[in-house]
Protein backbone atom coordinates (compact mmCIF):
# COMPACT_ATOMS: atom_id res chain seq x y z
CA UNK A 1 0.00 0.00 0.00
CA UNK A 2 1.13 3.45 -0.89
CA UNK A 3 0.05 4.69 2.42
CA UNK A 4 -1.82 8.24 3.21
CA UNK A 5 -1.33 10.54 0.28
CA UNK A 6 -1.44 14.01 0.37
CA UNK A 7 -1.52 16.53 -2.47
CA UNK A 8 -0.17 19.45 -2.55
CA UNK A 9 2.87 19.11 -0.32
CA UNK A 10 3.65 22.52 -0.61
CA UNK A 11 0.62 25.61 -1.11
CA UNK A 12 1.71 29.14 -1.20
CA UNK A 13 -0.62 31.72 -1.44
CA UNK A 14 -1.81 35.26 -1.10
CA UNK A 15 -4.20 36.14 1.92
CA UNK A 16 -7.84 35.66 0.80
CA UNK A 17 -7.38 33.00 -1.37
CA UNK A 18 -9.31 29.91 -1.34
CA UNK A 19 -6.92 26.53 -0.44
CA UNK A 20 -8.34 22.89 -1.07
CA UNK A 21 -6.03 20.23 0.92
CA UNK A 22 -6.42 16.96 -0.70
CA UNK A 23 -6.11 13.65 1.16
CA UNK A 24 -6.53 9.69 0.29
CA UNK A 25 -6.39 7.17 2.97
CA UNK A 26 -5.31 3.90 3.52
CA UNK A 27 -7.74 1.39 1.48
CA UNK A 28 -10.09 -0.29 4.18
CA UNK A 29 -9.34 2.21 6.66
CA UNK A 30 -12.89 3.69 8.63
CA UNK A 31 -11.22 6.82 9.88
CA UNK A 32 -9.62 9.75 8.14
CA UNK A 33 -8.12 12.55 10.82
CA UNK A 34 -7.04 15.90 9.85
CA UNK A 35 -4.32 17.44 12.36
CA UNK A 36 -2.13 21.29 11.97
CA UNK A 37 1.04 21.58 13.29
CA UNK A 38 2.62 24.17 13.96
CA UNK A 39 5.61 25.60 16.64
CA UNK A 40 3.76 27.84 18.58
CA UNK A 41 0.94 25.17 19.22
CA UNK A 42 1.83 21.84 18.11
CA UNK A 43 0.01 19.17 16.74
CA UNK A 44 -3.45 19.78 17.04
CA UNK A 45 -6.00 17.75 15.88
CA UNK A 46 -9.30 19.28 13.42
CA UNK A 47 -11.80 17.18 12.57
CA UNK A 48 -11.93 13.36 11.62
CA UNK A 49 -14.47 11.13 10.11
CA UNK A 50 -15.64 7.57 10.54
CA UNK A 51 -17.23 5.90 7.59
CA UNK A 52 -17.18 9.25 5.97
CA UNK A 53 -19.16 10.95 8.47
CA UNK A 54 -17.86 13.68 10.66
CA UNK A 55 -17.38 12.88 14.12
CA UNK A 56 -15.49 15.54 16.01
CA UNK A 57 -14.84 18.44 14.12
CA UNK A 58 -14.52 21.20 17.34
CA UNK A 59 -11.10 21.61 16.46
CA UNK A 60 -11.92 23.58 13.65
CA UNK A 61 -10.30 26.76 14.08
CA UNK A 62 -13.09 28.84 12.80
CA UNK A 63 -15.77 28.85 10.03
CA UNK A 64 -13.37 29.67 7.36
CA UNK A 65 -12.51 26.06 7.21
CA UNK A 66 -14.64 23.24 6.29
CA UNK A 67 -13.59 19.29 5.43
CA UNK A 68 -15.49 17.06 3.68
CA UNK A 69 -15.16 13.42 2.99
CA UNK A 70 -17.67 12.38 -0.31
CA UNK A 71 -15.94 8.75 -0.16
CA UNK A 72 -14.22 6.31 1.94
CA UNK A 73 -11.13 6.84 -0.49
CA UNK A 74 -11.06 10.88 -0.60
CA UNK A 75 -11.10 13.87 1.91
CA UNK A 76 -10.61 17.81 1.60
CA UNK A 77 -9.94 20.60 3.99
CA UNK A 78 -10.31 23.97 2.30
CA UNK A 79 -9.54 27.13 4.18
CA UNK A 80 -11.77 30.14 2.23
CA UNK A 81 -10.54 32.92 2.44
CA UNK A 82 -6.77 32.26 3.60
CA UNK A 83 -5.00 34.34 6.45
CA UNK A 84 -1.94 34.50 7.48
CA UNK A 85 -2.22 32.83 10.56
CA UNK A 86 -3.33 29.43 8.81
CA UNK A 87 0.83 29.10 7.79
CA UNK A 88 1.26 25.78 9.00
CA UNK A 89 1.77 21.87 7.84
CA UNK A 90 -1.63 20.15 7.65
CA UNK A 91 -1.52 16.45 8.17
CA UNK A 92 -4.47 13.47 7.51
CA UNK A 93 -4.04 10.58 8.78
CA UNK A 94 -6.34 7.60 8.94
CA UNK A 95 -6.93 4.09 10.80
CA UNK A 96 -9.06 1.04 11.18
CA UNK A 97 -10.58 0.34 13.88
CA UNK A 98 -10.22 -3.11 15.40
CA UNK A 99 -9.75 -4.55 18.87
CA UNK A 100 -8.07 -1.40 20.79
CA UNK A 101 -5.23 -0.08 18.59
CA UNK A 102 -4.85 3.21 18.84
CA UNK A 103 -2.33 3.14 15.66
CA UNK A 104 -2.79 6.22 12.89
CA UNK A 105 -1.12 6.49 9.76
CA UNK A 106 -0.02 9.59 8.83
CA UNK A 107 0.65 10.85 5.31
CA UNK A 108 3.21 13.09 4.51
CA UNK A 109 1.94 17.03 4.66
CA UNK A 110 1.28 19.78 3.06
CA UNK A 111 3.12 22.89 4.04
CA UNK A 112 0.82 25.73 3.74
CA UNK A 113 2.13 29.36 3.41
CA UNK A 114 0.03 32.19 3.25
CA UNK A 115 1.56 35.58 2.29
CA UNK B 1 -9.39 14.33 29.70
CA UNK B 2 -5.85 12.52 31.30
CA UNK B 3 -3.20 15.60 30.49
CA UNK B 4 -0.14 14.38 29.65
CA UNK B 5 3.34 16.03 31.08
CA UNK B 6 6.58 15.13 29.87
CA UNK B 7 10.38 16.52 29.68
CA UNK B 8 10.56 19.17 26.45
CA UNK B 9 14.13 17.80 25.68
CA UNK B 10 16.23 14.86 26.47
CA UNK B 11 20.15 14.07 25.33
CA UNK B 12 22.12 10.72 24.47
CA UNK B 13 24.91 9.23 22.93
CA UNK B 14 24.95 6.48 20.57
CA UNK B 15 24.54 2.89 22.09
CA UNK B 16 22.44 3.96 25.08
CA UNK B 17 19.87 2.82 26.77
CA UNK B 18 16.94 5.86 26.53
CA UNK B 19 14.05 6.16 28.99
CA UNK B 20 11.45 8.69 28.52
CA UNK B 21 8.85 8.98 31.30
CA UNK B 22 5.39 10.34 31.00
CA UNK B 23 2.95 11.68 33.47
CA UNK B 24 -0.88 11.32 33.52
CA UNK B 25 -2.14 11.70 36.81
CA UNK B 26 -5.52 11.22 36.06
CA UNK B 27 -5.77 8.62 33.60
CA UNK B 28 -9.08 7.13 33.52
CA UNK B 29 -9.86 3.38 33.13
CA UNK B 30 -10.37 3.03 29.66
CA UNK B 31 -7.39 4.87 28.99
CA UNK B 32 -4.57 3.37 26.94
CA UNK B 33 -1.21 5.11 26.42
CA UNK B 34 0.31 5.24 23.36
CA UNK B 35 3.28 6.72 21.88
CA UNK B 36 4.65 8.06 18.87
CA UNK B 37 7.83 9.77 17.13
CA UNK B 38 7.90 12.43 14.53
CA UNK B 39 11.01 13.03 12.54
CA UNK B 40 11.70 16.58 10.96
CA UNK B 41 9.12 17.17 7.75
CA UNK B 42 7.35 13.90 8.47
CA UNK B 43 4.10 12.87 9.63
CA UNK B 44 4.11 11.37 13.68
CA UNK B 45 4.82 7.48 13.42
CA UNK B 46 2.87 4.50 15.73
CA UNK B 47 5.56 3.37 18.07
CA UNK B 48 3.58 1.55 20.75
CA UNK B 49 0.77 1.05 22.95
CA UNK B 50 0.06 -0.25 26.03
CA UNK B 51 -2.84 -0.25 29.27
CA UNK B 52 -0.73 -2.21 31.83
CA UNK B 53 2.45 -3.75 32.67
CA UNK B 54 4.83 -3.94 30.48
CA UNK B 55 4.35 -4.11 26.40
CA UNK B 56 7.47 -4.96 24.14
CA UNK B 57 7.97 -4.85 20.08
CA UNK B 58 11.08 -4.71 17.97
CA UNK B 59 11.61 -1.07 18.82
CA UNK B 60 10.49 -0.26 21.81
CA UNK B 61 9.34 -1.04 25.58
CA UNK B 62 6.79 0.41 27.14
CA UNK B 63 6.73 0.38 31.04
CA UNK B 64 3.21 1.17 33.30
CA UNK B 65 3.37 0.33 36.81
CA UNK B 66 0.26 -0.55 38.38
CA UNK B 67 -0.88 2.60 39.55
CA UNK B 68 -1.11 3.67 35.63
CA UNK B 69 -0.10 7.45 37.00
CA UNK B 70 3.04 7.49 34.38
CA UNK B 71 4.45 5.58 31.69
CA UNK B 72 8.12 5.08 30.28
CA UNK B 73 9.25 4.68 26.76
CA UNK B 74 12.32 2.65 26.98
CA UNK B 75 14.54 3.04 23.40
CA UNK B 76 17.47 0.00 23.60
CA UNK B 77 20.85 1.17 22.20
CA UNK B 78 19.86 4.34 20.58
CA UNK B 79 21.29 5.30 17.06
CA UNK B 80 21.34 8.73 15.52
CA UNK B 81 18.90 7.76 13.28
CA UNK B 82 16.44 7.98 16.50
CA UNK B 83 16.96 11.79 17.01
CA UNK B 84 13.08 12.77 16.71
CA UNK B 85 10.47 13.74 18.78
CA UNK B 86 8.30 11.66 20.46
CA UNK B 87 5.06 12.17 21.83
CA UNK B 88 2.97 10.65 24.58
CA UNK B 89 -1.07 10.46 24.47
CA UNK B 90 -3.70 9.37 26.55
CA UNK B 91 -6.55 8.28 25.76
CA UNK B 92 -10.00 6.11 24.76
CA UNK B 93 -9.48 4.78 21.20
CA UNK B 94 -11.85 5.72 19.04
CA UNK B 95 -13.85 8.06 21.83
CA UNK B 96 -16.13 10.75 20.51
CA UNK B 97 -13.79 13.73 22.29
CA UNK B 98 -11.56 15.85 20.92
CA UNK B 99 -9.69 15.20 24.34
CA UNK B 100 -8.77 11.78 23.28
CA UNK B 101 -6.30 12.56 20.48
CA UNK B 102 -4.33 15.80 21.95
CA UNK B 103 -0.54 14.99 21.20
CA UNK B 104 0.69 17.91 23.31
CA UNK B 105 4.40 19.39 22.11
CA UNK B 106 6.42 15.99 22.76
CA UNK B 107 10.00 15.46 24.30
CA UNK B 108 12.40 16.19 21.87
CA UNK B 109 15.48 13.50 21.53
CA UNK B 110 18.82 14.45 20.15
CA UNK B 111 20.94 11.56 20.09
CA UNK B 112 25.02 12.59 19.92
CA UNK B 113 27.36 10.34 18.01
Known amino acids: DAGVIQSPRHEVTEMGQEVTLRCKPI?????LFWYRQTMMRGLELLIY????????DSGMPEDRFSAKMPNASFSTLKIQPSEPRDSAVYFC?????????????FGPGTRLTVT | LAKTTQPISMDSYEGQEVNITCSHN???????ITWYQQFPSQGPRFIIQ???TKVTNEVASLFIPADRKSSTLSLPRVSLSDTAVYYC??????????????FGKGTKLSVKP
Open chain 2, 89 to 102: LVGSPYGGSQGNLI
Open chain 2, 26 to 32: NIATNDY
Open chain 1, 27 to 31: SGHDY
Open chain 1, 93 to 105: ASSQRFANSYEQY
Open chain 2, 50 to 52: GYK
Open chain 1, 49 to 56: FNNNVPID
